[in-house]
Protein backbone atom coordinates (compact mmCIF):
# COMPACT_ATOMS: atom_id res chain seq x y z
CA UNK A 1 0.00 0.00 0.00
CA UNK A 2 1.38 3.39 -0.90
CA UNK A 3 2.36 5.69 2.25
CA UNK A 4 1.21 8.94 0.65
CA UNK A 5 -1.40 9.10 -2.43
CA UNK A 6 -1.45 11.72 -5.26
CA UNK A 7 -3.70 12.22 -8.00
CA UNK A 8 -0.97 12.59 -10.37
CA UNK A 9 -2.90 15.09 -12.97
CA UNK A 10 -2.14 17.09 -14.60
CA UNK A 11 -4.57 19.97 -13.75
CA UNK A 12 -4.65 22.11 -16.36
CA UNK A 13 -6.84 25.19 -15.54
CA UNK A 14 -6.93 28.82 -16.79
CA UNK A 15 -5.32 31.98 -14.68
CA UNK A 16 -7.67 32.86 -11.88
CA UNK A 17 -9.15 29.39 -11.11
CA UNK A 18 -9.56 27.85 -8.13
CA UNK A 19 -7.47 24.43 -7.89
CA UNK A 20 -7.40 22.09 -5.18
CA UNK A 21 -5.30 19.14 -4.57
CA UNK A 22 -6.04 16.20 -2.38
CA UNK A 23 -3.56 13.74 -0.42
CA UNK A 24 -4.26 10.58 1.80
CA UNK A 25 -1.41 8.94 3.91
CA UNK A 26 -2.04 5.68 5.58
CA UNK A 27 -0.18 5.99 8.92
CA UNK A 28 -2.32 6.90 11.27
CA UNK A 29 0.00 8.39 13.73
CA UNK A 30 1.78 10.68 11.01
CA UNK A 31 3.32 13.79 13.19
CA UNK A 32 3.73 16.74 11.06
CA UNK A 33 2.29 17.19 7.01
CA UNK A 34 3.82 19.32 4.60
CA UNK A 35 3.21 20.87 1.21
CA UNK A 36 5.70 21.12 -0.97
CA UNK A 37 6.42 22.62 -4.74
CA UNK A 38 8.71 21.19 -7.07
CA UNK A 39 9.37 23.31 -10.72
CA UNK A 40 10.57 20.50 -13.37
CA UNK A 41 14.61 19.24 -12.51
CA UNK A 42 14.65 21.34 -9.06
CA UNK A 43 14.70 20.69 -5.75
CA UNK A 44 11.20 20.78 -3.70
CA UNK A 45 10.51 23.94 -1.84
CA UNK A 46 8.58 24.32 1.07
CA UNK A 47 5.37 25.88 0.20
CA UNK A 48 3.45 25.36 3.59
CA UNK A 49 2.97 23.17 7.03
CA UNK A 50 -0.57 21.91 7.46
CA UNK A 51 -1.53 22.42 10.70
CA UNK A 52 -4.88 20.56 12.52
CA UNK A 53 -6.57 23.73 12.60
CA UNK A 54 -6.19 24.34 8.82
CA UNK A 55 -4.17 27.66 7.51
CA UNK A 56 -3.50 29.74 5.04
CA UNK A 57 -0.88 32.00 3.26
CA UNK A 58 -2.36 34.05 0.85
CA UNK A 59 -3.69 32.51 -1.84
CA UNK A 60 -3.00 28.94 -0.24
CA UNK A 61 -5.22 27.28 2.21
CA UNK A 62 -4.16 23.69 3.60
CA UNK A 63 -6.28 21.63 5.46
CA UNK A 64 -5.58 18.41 7.71
CA UNK A 65 -8.39 15.56 8.42
CA UNK A 66 -6.69 13.06 10.67
CA UNK A 67 -9.63 10.93 10.95
CA UNK A 68 -9.86 10.74 7.65
CA UNK A 69 -6.20 10.66 6.53
CA UNK A 70 -6.65 13.19 4.18
CA UNK A 71 -4.69 16.73 3.60
CA UNK A 72 -5.62 19.14 0.69
CA UNK A 73 -4.26 22.25 -0.65
CA UNK A 74 -6.61 24.83 -2.32
CA UNK A 75 -4.95 27.55 -4.40
CA UNK A 76 -7.44 29.99 -5.43
CA UNK A 77 -6.78 33.24 -8.36
CA UNK A 78 -3.93 30.80 -10.21
CA UNK A 79 -1.58 32.46 -11.62
CA UNK A 80 0.98 31.24 -14.43
CA UNK A 81 3.93 30.69 -11.97
CA UNK A 82 1.86 28.29 -9.88
CA UNK A 83 2.69 25.65 -12.73
CA UNK A 84 4.63 23.12 -11.01
CA UNK A 85 4.12 19.66 -9.46
CA UNK A 86 2.90 19.70 -5.99
CA UNK A 87 4.18 17.37 -3.56
CA UNK A 88 2.16 16.16 -0.72
CA UNK A 89 5.02 15.05 2.35
CA UNK A 90 4.55 13.46 5.69
CA UNK A 91 6.86 12.56 8.48
CA UNK A 92 5.76 9.33 9.68
CA UNK A 93 5.77 8.66 13.36
CA UNK A 94 8.59 6.32 13.06
CA UNK A 95 11.27 8.72 12.75
CA UNK A 96 12.51 11.99 11.10
CA UNK A 97 12.23 10.89 7.48
CA UNK A 98 9.72 12.84 5.39
CA UNK A 99 7.98 10.24 3.02
CA UNK A 100 6.62 11.66 -0.53
CA UNK A 101 3.83 11.35 -2.82
CA UNK A 102 4.05 11.37 -6.04
CA UNK A 103 3.16 14.78 -6.69
CA UNK A 104 0.08 16.50 -8.83
CA UNK A 105 1.13 18.16 -11.69
CA UNK A 106 -0.26 21.83 -12.22
CA UNK A 107 -0.81 23.42 -15.20
CA UNK A 108 -2.02 27.27 -15.00
CA UNK A 109 -2.50 28.04 -18.95
CA UNK A 110 -2.71 32.20 -19.90
CA UNK B 1 18.05 33.81 3.44
CA UNK B 2 19.72 31.15 4.52
CA UNK B 3 20.13 27.79 1.96
CA UNK B 4 21.42 24.42 1.68
CA UNK B 5 23.91 24.30 -1.11
CA UNK B 6 25.40 21.10 -2.68
CA UNK B 7 28.22 20.72 -5.38
CA UNK B 8 29.00 19.36 -7.94
CA UNK B 9 25.44 20.21 -9.70
CA UNK B 10 26.09 17.69 -12.22
CA UNK B 11 28.31 14.70 -11.75
CA UNK B 12 28.96 11.78 -14.72
CA UNK B 13 31.04 8.83 -13.26
CA UNK B 14 31.94 5.54 -14.97
CA UNK B 15 30.28 2.53 -13.41
CA UNK B 16 32.09 0.81 -10.71
CA UNK B 17 33.66 4.21 -9.64
CA UNK B 18 33.07 6.20 -6.42
CA UNK B 19 31.43 8.90 -5.81
CA UNK B 20 31.64 11.92 -3.38
CA UNK B 21 28.29 14.15 -3.19
CA UNK B 22 29.22 17.53 -1.01
CA UNK B 23 26.46 19.71 1.05
CA UNK B 24 26.42 22.78 3.19
CA UNK B 25 23.59 23.01 5.38
CA UNK B 26 21.75 25.51 6.82
CA UNK B 27 24.44 26.59 9.65
CA UNK B 28 21.93 26.71 12.18
CA UNK B 29 20.42 23.12 11.80
CA UNK B 30 21.09 19.80 13.61
CA UNK B 31 18.72 16.96 11.35
CA UNK B 32 20.94 16.37 7.66
CA UNK B 33 19.32 14.25 5.33
CA UNK B 34 20.32 12.42 2.15
CA UNK B 35 17.04 11.66 -0.72
CA UNK B 36 17.22 10.63 -4.45
CA UNK B 37 14.55 11.07 -7.02
CA UNK B 38 14.86 8.74 -10.61
CA UNK B 39 13.78 10.95 -13.04
CA UNK B 40 9.88 10.15 -13.47
CA UNK B 41 9.68 9.14 -9.86
CA UNK B 42 9.04 10.15 -6.58
CA UNK B 43 11.33 11.93 -4.03
CA UNK B 44 12.85 9.06 -2.26
CA UNK B 45 14.26 9.02 1.37
CA UNK B 46 18.01 7.62 2.01
CA UNK B 47 19.28 8.54 5.28
CA UNK B 48 19.43 11.31 8.03
CA UNK B 49 22.04 12.11 10.33
CA UNK B 50 21.79 13.90 13.95
CA UNK B 51 24.43 14.46 16.43
CA UNK B 52 27.38 12.60 14.39
CA UNK B 53 25.44 9.85 13.55
CA UNK B 54 23.31 8.56 11.22
CA UNK B 55 19.57 8.36 12.85
CA UNK B 56 17.57 6.40 10.32
CA UNK B 57 18.41 4.90 6.96
CA UNK B 58 16.13 3.48 3.98
CA UNK B 59 16.52 0.07 2.40
CA UNK B 60 17.90 1.28 -0.48
CA UNK B 61 20.67 2.95 1.91
CA UNK B 62 22.91 -0.45 1.48
CA UNK B 63 26.67 -1.04 2.77
CA UNK B 64 28.20 0.98 -0.67
CA UNK B 65 26.74 4.27 0.59
CA UNK B 66 28.36 6.12 3.73
CA UNK B 67 27.68 9.93 4.81
CA UNK B 68 29.97 11.83 6.88
CA UNK B 69 30.05 15.59 8.65
CA UNK B 70 34.04 15.72 8.10
CA UNK B 71 33.76 19.30 9.87
CA UNK B 72 31.38 21.68 11.00
CA UNK B 73 30.00 23.00 7.98
CA UNK B 74 29.97 20.10 5.15
CA UNK B 75 28.07 17.00 4.89
CA UNK B 76 28.91 14.40 2.26
CA UNK B 77 26.89 11.59 0.77
CA UNK B 78 29.74 8.57 -0.76
CA UNK B 79 28.81 5.60 -3.36
CA UNK B 80 31.59 3.25 -3.16
CA UNK B 81 31.32 1.80 -6.23
CA UNK B 82 28.38 3.20 -8.44
CA UNK B 83 25.89 1.24 -10.71
CA UNK B 84 23.70 2.31 -13.48
CA UNK B 85 20.79 2.12 -11.31
CA UNK B 86 22.25 4.71 -9.10
CA UNK B 87 22.27 7.67 -11.36
CA UNK B 88 19.14 9.92 -10.39
CA UNK B 89 19.00 13.97 -8.65
CA UNK B 90 20.31 13.63 -4.87
CA UNK B 91 19.03 15.91 -2.54
CA UNK B 92 20.70 16.95 0.62
CA UNK B 93 18.30 18.48 3.33
CA UNK B 94 18.27 19.64 6.42
CA UNK B 95 15.81 21.02 9.50
CA UNK B 96 16.67 22.55 12.77
CA UNK B 97 15.85 22.11 16.18
CA UNK B 98 12.87 18.92 15.89
CA UNK B 99 12.76 15.94 13.42
CA UNK B 100 9.51 17.19 12.42
CA UNK B 101 9.98 20.74 11.30
CA UNK B 102 10.25 21.91 8.12
CA UNK B 103 13.34 20.39 5.86
CA UNK B 104 14.83 22.82 3.07
CA UNK B 105 16.63 21.42 0.08
CA UNK B 106 19.48 22.09 -1.81
CA UNK B 107 19.48 22.72 -5.14
CA UNK B 108 20.37 19.25 -6.09
CA UNK B 109 23.14 17.30 -8.04
CA UNK B 110 22.23 15.33 -10.58
CA UNK B 111 24.25 12.11 -10.85
CA UNK B 112 24.80 9.65 -13.83
CA UNK B 113 26.20 6.26 -14.55
CA UNK B 114 27.68 5.65 -17.46
Known amino acids: RKEVEQDPGPFNVPEGATVAFNCTYS??????FFWYRQDCRKEPKLLMS???SGNEDGRFTAQLNRASQYISLLIRDSKLSDSATYLC???????????FGGGTRLMVKP | EPEVTQTPSHQVTQMGQEVILRCVPISNHLYFYWYRQILGQKVEFLVSFYNNEISEKSEIFDDQFSVERPDGSNFTLKIRSTKLEDSAMYFCASSGDSRYTEAFFGQGTRLTVV
Open chain 1, 89 to 99: VVNMEAGNMLT
Open chain 1, 50 to 52: VYS
Open chain 1, 27 to 32: NSASQS
